[in-house]
């Protein structure tokens, strides 16, 4: 492990802004952004970016020129979380707004419809590939779930409560969750929507203020999970067996940052991550014991813990990579590793 943080250290300094992969364009919204999500529709390609009084909407069809269309505002908060489904826009917040619904069948004229006002704040929502809406660190319940067949009416279907999940993914009917302040990451069985349940629930050994969020390969062998803290880096895990989880390896850039978000990309062996000071990252998984970066982009040149690049989005059709830093604003990322890009489901 100690060899491999001097590479990449070493790395860096070769190739100080970037490696395989180039800055397209770059918005600033003269404000600090959130997360970032994007969509694909009607032959267009679209961001939507969480700023502190709003989410802005961007067409970036044309990636060296992105356009702000609009902005559908809400109560002050550095936190926004963002998903796109069936044409509609969905913004959480921990400002009291509970879930904005955002139509998008006019792109170039986003329109608030409705809103959840089953809780004030909620922390993330995540949408599966069956058009459910997950809903974590809100009051109540630590997991809402709301059917999303009519997107303008979504309809709560379910709850789960076993502590404060940070970050979740679904995938094959399976919710996995990190559980940052217990340092847990969580497997749940959500096929029965109604009725969520735990299937295990596994110790990290971060402890207090750890296990930020996760991700898991296609084949759901290995998960993935970030740790948000000091020298907070991102951990594999062997989980093919859920009665004997075992670490099979660690990835670090500079002990004094953290990493931040986590994502795989479909049809890939491609990790991309949101790594705060240290901007979008790319690990080449396909040996999960021996992760390799093959590309990065610094977003930024702020040196703290949390500062930099918060949020990615990497399932673009086109294959470009949105990034949004806290600071500074939107890239749009081109990097020859998905020049040929599978056709997305989401």
Known sequence: MFRKIIYFSLFSLLYPQGYNMELMSFLDFGQNTSDITGFAQDGR????????????????????????????????????????????????????????????????????????????????????????????????????????????????????????????????????????YSGLFYILDVSDKTSPTTLVSYNTGGGYISTHDCAVTFDEHYLITGDENTGGHIKIWDISDYGNINLVAEYMTNPSHSAHNLYVRPETDLLIISYYADGTRILDISDPTNPIEVAYYETSNIEGLYVGNWGTYAYLPSGYIISSDIETGMYILATSLLIAPPNMEY
């Open 45 to 180: 390609e679209f961001a939507v970016v969480g700023l502190q009084d709003a989410a802005s909407f961007v067409d970036i069809t044309d990636a060296s020129n992105p356009i702000e269309l609009g902005r559908i505002y809400g109560g002050n908060s550095i936190w926004r979380d963002l998903k796109y489904w069936n044409r509609h826009v969905y913004i959480g917040t921990e400002a009291l707004d509970g879930v904005k619904v955002v139509s998008v069948d006019d792109p170039d004229n986003p329109v608030l419809v409705s809103t959840i006002s089953d809780f004030g704040n909620s922390h993330n929502i995540h949408i599966d590939t069956e058009g459910y809406l997950y809903v974590i660190g809100a009051s109540i319940y630590d997991i809402w779930i709301y059917d999303l067949s009519i997107p303008e009416m979504p309809q709560l279907v379910g709850t789960w409560n076993g502590e404060y999940l940070h970050d979740i993914e679904v995938y094959n009917n399976k919710l996995y969750g990190a559980a940052i």
